[in-house]
């Protein structure tokens, strides 16, 4: 079992991850809300990571915090939940935004994130409210260094990709980043995933 990367962010084409380990790259999935932290390609990274295994694949996931791994490996032991759904919802809710979501019982938010349906919404707010602690929204003294982007990157287009592999439907997803686009022209692919991303968050 992969528990622990550290090496060097070689690669972030949202949500996948290239991290090299003296050499050897490492492909590792990440909920958008790591993604936005992440250091500057070339700048050393240590990631949390958890190894599903299937039938037909065996894929990384990574979190910068330990809680954020505690609370994907919670979400994928509910009835319904696997970890590409666990992903989306990581990406559209921090621990502290789904944990109001469940003391809310605020299934309308839920239900926006591609993949949960009503009932599953309900499954997650019955099955995680004894489990979410404040915990999930420390910071741990990570260091935030602006993420560089690579020359000529077609920000809108890397920005509908990263919202499909999420589970959001192509037209959708277009949608999503053309506002985003309107409300901050000229951003890059992570500030454009963040403003589509954003109203999934409630107040």
């Known amino acids: 079992m992969i528990g622990r ?6 690669e972030v084409r949202p949500p996948l991850l290239l991290v090299d380990v003296q050499g050897v790259g490492y492909e590792v999935l990440a909920p958008m809300t790591t993604i936005f932290e992440l250091p500057a390609l070339g700048q050393p990274v240590q990631l949390h990571t958890h190894l599903a295994v299937s039938e037909t694949v065996q894929q990384l996931y990574g979190f910068l915090r330990d809680a954020e791994r505690k609370l994907f490996r919670t979400l994928i032991k ?3 939940v696997g970890p590409k759904l666990a992903l989306a919802i990581l990406s559209g809710l921090d621990g502290a ?11 309308a938010a839920l239900v926006k994130v591609p993949g949960v349906g009503k009932k599953t919404a309900e499954r997650l707010i019955i099955e995680l409210r004894d489990k979410l602690t404040p915990d999930f929204n420390h910071t741990n003294d990570i260091p935030l260094v602006p993420a560089t982007a690579a020359p000529e990157v077609n920000h809108v287009s890397e920005a509908e990709s990263a919202l499909a592999a999420l589970g959001y439907k192509p037209a959708e997803a277009s949608k999503m980043v053309a506002r985003a ?9 992570a500030t ?3 403003l589509a991303l954003k109203g999934m968050v409630p107040a």
């Open 5 to 10: 990367l550290s090496g060097t962010l070689a």
């Open 181 to 189: 686009g309107k409300e901050q022209p000229d951003a890059d692919s």
């Open 78 to 80: 509910i009835s319904g």
């Open 192 to 194: 454009l995933i963040r």
């Open 97 to 107: 935004a789904l944990a109001r979501c469940v003391a809310e019982d605020n299934v």
